[in-house]
């Protein structure tokens, strides 16, 4: 037998299994006739990490209002005063601390949230106690004597 009569047959590779799964390779085997195994994956792109279990007839008899505590007003009038009478502005004080501008003026309106950090910095800067019994009186310097 000779050469010429010999036929090579080349065979394309098999499709990646992504390739597969695209649209056009599933319309394609259903032209041709093939069969097409289809599966639905239930929450499969969602994160379930953080899933509510309360159902919603529970939270409807829910009556508990959760807000976060405010400062009281006395305590922004105080940072107020004592801004003013060191001549600083909101946004002077602001930038003495390391805080935004609205920090001190949500502390001065009583809207701000109560921070231990904050209130600390902002009674070394106006030299005011705004905490505890002898709130309103002058702040005593580390290692001065009372």
Do not use: C, F
């Not at 032209?31 to 409807?60: E, F, I, P, Y």
């Not at 405010?70 to 922004?76: H, K, T």
């Amino acid at each position: 037998m000779s050469d010429w009569d010999t036929v090579t047959v080349l065979k394309k590779r098999a499709p990646k299994a992504s390739a597969m799964k695209s649209e056009q390779a599933v319309n394609a085997a259903r032209r041709q006739g093939v069969a097409v195994d289809t599966q639905l994956k239930w929450g499969a792109g969602s994160n379930k990490q953080h899933v509510t279990t309360k159902n919603t007839a529970k939270l409807d008899r829910e009556t508990e209002e959760l807000k976060h505590e405010a400062i009281s007003l006395d305590v922004g009038k105080l940072i107020q005063q004592g801004r003013q009478s060191k001549g600083l502005s909101q946004k002077d004080l602001a930038t003495k601390i390391n805080e935004k501008p609205q920090v001190i003026t949500d502390y001065e309106a009583g809207r701000g949230i109560p921070n231990n950090v904050i209130i600390g910095k902002i009674e070394r800067v106006i030299g005011i106690k705004l905490r505890g019994k002898d709130r309103g009186l002058a702040v005593v310097p580390p290692g001065a004597k009372k």
